[in-house]
């Protein structure tokens, strides 16, 4: 089984950076998409970047041009570099990975989640 764990949360001031890191653990190499997803109060899960392991790269208009996702092979890391955070930033940010079986079967693998608030 595929287990994430997180770090990097946490409060910051607008216009400020924080770096997220997800450690995989288990099955990693079967996690061919790995990524952050993200959701703040009263409003639903959405997806913010996301990543295949042949290195092609998702993100949300939102965030463009100033998130950054990265994975670490090696260290079945996933990272997400966020600079210039502004208020509407502020979330649970989930690291998440998905994996392929037979046919159309597809497993998904969620962290617990981590606090990212963006305030003065």
């Known amino acids: 089984q595929v287990q994430l764990v997180e770090s990097g949360g946490g409060l910051v001031q607008p216009g400020g950076s924080l770096r997220l890191s997800c450690a995989a653990s288990?099955?990693?190499?079967?996690?061919?998409?790995m990524g952050w997803s993200r959701q703040a109060p009263g409003k639903e899960r959405e997806l913010v970047a996301s990543?295949?392991?042949?290195?092609?790269?998702y993100y949300l208009d939102s965030v463009k041009g100033r998130f950054t996702i990265s994975r670490d092979g090696a260290e079945h890391t996933v990272f997400l570099q966020m600079n210039s955070l502004k208020p509407e930033d502020t979330a649970v940010y989930y690291c998440?990975?998905?994996?392929?079986?037979?046919?159309?079967?597809?497993?998904?693998?969620w962290g617990q989640g981590t606090q990212v608030t963006v305030s003065s």
């Open positions: 998440w990975g998905r994996r392929y079986g037979l046919g159309t079967d597809v497993s998904d693998y």
């Open positions: 288990g099955t990693t190499f079967s996690l061919y998409v």
């Open positions: 990543t295949t392991s042949g290195g092609n790269t």
